[in-house]
């Protein structure tokens, strides 16, 4: 197949290049780093000729509402209607454990891209999972005051980014499914303590203090919004295991 990634260099868009290429498939890379800014539109409809299907893992760092929504919308919308136009067969959203329900800060952005995809002319697919282990580096250093590093008060349930890149290149190669089971990580842990041993493994100094974020965005962090149901696959990576094997 030939397969398009959306934000191809990022933290789970490029595990899922690889996977995809592992297997076979020809893949192309939509980013800024590649050449794509996606959110102006230009050059979207070239790279998607002849693509089967396309995977959007675009991402913004912002915990303004109004930030995400119009990142999200620019990059959906600019995604959907080239692919409409190119005669792609399926569009894959990559969404959060939560968003829909919380839609607040960043999540406000991820809610308003689900009902684009699902309302869109391209027949889709939306899996939602939960924070990837690699978020504990993502989240470090975005707050500091001084040496003291902020985190949210935030309960998880982490997944490898290499487990859920396998599982996209799957729901790639099998078609358009709709909603399809969420993905979570084996166990729940809280965020401030991945992101202490995170610190602690990659040999960063300083304190690492959890803060409550205020409002519904910081709610349905910690009170369990944004953990995984009942019928929610399991990974099996767990965040220890990836932390030993960064070396
Ligand atoms: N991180 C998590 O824990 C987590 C958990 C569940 C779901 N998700 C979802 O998974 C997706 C990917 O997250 P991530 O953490 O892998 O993101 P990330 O590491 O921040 O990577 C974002 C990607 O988007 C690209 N991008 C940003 N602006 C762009 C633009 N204007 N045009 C084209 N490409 C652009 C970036 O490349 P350039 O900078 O080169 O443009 C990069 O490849 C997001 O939608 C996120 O909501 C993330």
């Known amino acids: 197949m030939r397969l398009a990634v959306a934000g191809g260099t990022g933290t789970v868009g490029r595990l899922v290049v690889e996977a995809a290429r592992s297997r076979g498939h020809d893949v192309v890379v939509l980013s800024r ?11 979207v409809d070239e790279a998607l000729a002849g693509v089967d299907a396309v995977v959007d893992v675009t991402s913004t760092a912002t915990r303004s509402a109004a930030a995400s929504e119009a990142f999200f919308r620019s990059v959906t919308t600019a995604l959907l209607d080239a692919g409409q136009r190119s005669g792609v067969g399926h569009h894959l959203v990559l969404s959060i454990v939560g968003a829909a329900q919380a839609p607040h800060g960043y999540y406000a952005g991820k809610a308003l891209q689900e009902g684009l995809v699902t309302g869109g002319p391209v027949p889709w697919t939306l899996l939602r999972t939960t924070q990837f282990h690699e978020f504990a580096r993502q989240v470090l ?66 304190r690492v203090v959890a803060v409550p974020l205020p409002g519904g965005f910081g709610r349905a962090l910690r009170d369990g919004t944004v953990l995984p149901g009942p019928d929610t696959d399991r990974g099996t990576q767990t965040f220890s295991t990836w932390l030993d094997r960064l070396g």
Do not use: C, F, K, N
């Open 33 to 43: 780093a590649a050449g794509v800014d996606v959110t102006s539109g230009s050059r």
């Open 141 to 206: 250093g975005q707050a500091r005051i001084g040496p003291v590093d902020l985190v949210p008060v935030m309960r998880s349930a982490p997944v490898a980014a290499a487990e859920v890149a396998d599982r996209i290149v799957d729901l790639l190669e099998a078609g358009p499914a709709g909603r399809v089971r969420d993905l979570a990580g084996p166990e729940e842990l809280r965020m401030v303590d991945m992101v202490r041993a995170y610190a602690r493994a990659t040999g960063r100094h300083g």
